[in-house]
T-cell receptor
Framework: ETGVTQSPTHLIKTRGQQVTLRCSSQ?????VSWYQQALGQGPQFIFQ???????GRGNFPPRFSGLQFPNYSSELNVNALELDDSALYLC?????????????FGSGTRLTVV | AQKITQTQPGMFVQEKEAVTLDCTYD???????LFWYKQPSSGEMIFLIY??????QNATEGRYSLNFQKARKSANLVISASQLGDSAMYFC???????????FGKGNQVVVIP
């Protein structure tokens, strides 16, 4: 069984640009959550997708958007990048539904905005 | 909203000794789950242990045990027989039942020395 894979592993973007991060969920998992982890902090919940629909969102502006595909893989898009968007972006998948806690995290994408 | 507090400074622990990592939390949810994750320098969040708020017994997983004191709203992690590979950041997190988003603390740095 493969785990959660994220791509790319590292990325450098310029302020104002747009970025797309990708996540392949673990086999059998239909729920994907995205987290932002700034340096020296714990991860912060961005949003979650369940069966291709957004299923909850944290305190992030609309320029953070996402998609989930029929194979349950997911994308995180960030428009108009700001310097403070520099962080490790983590994707986590779970078997889905509410009340299930089989979260599996990927190794993350480290985004640097210059 | 949930709040997780981890306030210990970085810790050095001798190999083969036990270490306790403190975690306190605040929530108005009547039912919730508590988690501990390990994050090595590679960035991946590795699940260690889970405790449900209604579980009567403290959770154990191999060398990891969770000292759950519901009235004090604390969920301390105990790592027994520390190994060099235990050197990492450790995060406490919680999630209300029926809500798959995790709220994380700021983490504890543990360095195991031979």
């Amino acid at each position: 069984e493969t785990g959660v894979t994220q791509s790319p592993t590292h990325l450098i973007k310029t302020r104002g640009q747009q970025v797309t991060l990708r996540c392949s969920s673990q086999s059998g998992h239909n729920t994907v959550s995205w987290y932002q982890q700034a340096l020296g902090q714990g991860p912060q919940f961005i949003f979650q997708y369940y069966r291709e629909e957004e299923n909850g969102r944290g305190n992030f502006p609309p320029r953070f958007s996402g998609l989930q595909f029929p194979n349950y893989s997911s994308e995180l898009n960030v428009n108009a990048l700001e310097l403070d968007d520099s962080a490790l972006y983590l994707c986590a998948s779970s078997p889905g539904g509410t009340g299930d806690y089989g979260y599996t995290f990927g190794s993350g994408t480290r985004l640097t905005v210059v | 909203a949930q709040k997780i507090t981890q306030t210990q400074p970085g810790m050095f622990v001798q190999e083969k000794e036990a270490v306790t990592l403190d975690c306190t939390y605040d929530t108005s949810d009547p039912s919730y789950g508590l988690f501990w994750y390990k994050q090595p320098s590679s960035g991946e969040m590795i699940f260690l242990i889970y405790q449900g708020s209604y579980d009567q017994q403290n959770a154990t997983e191999g060398r990891y045990s969770l000292n759950f004191q519901k009235a004090r709203k604390s969920a301390n992690l105990v790592i027994s027989a520390s190994q060099l590979g235990d050197s990492a950041m450790y995060f406490c997190a919680m999630s209300p039942y029926g809500n798959n988003r995790l709220a994380f603390g700021k983490g504890n740095q543990v360095v195991v020395i031979p």
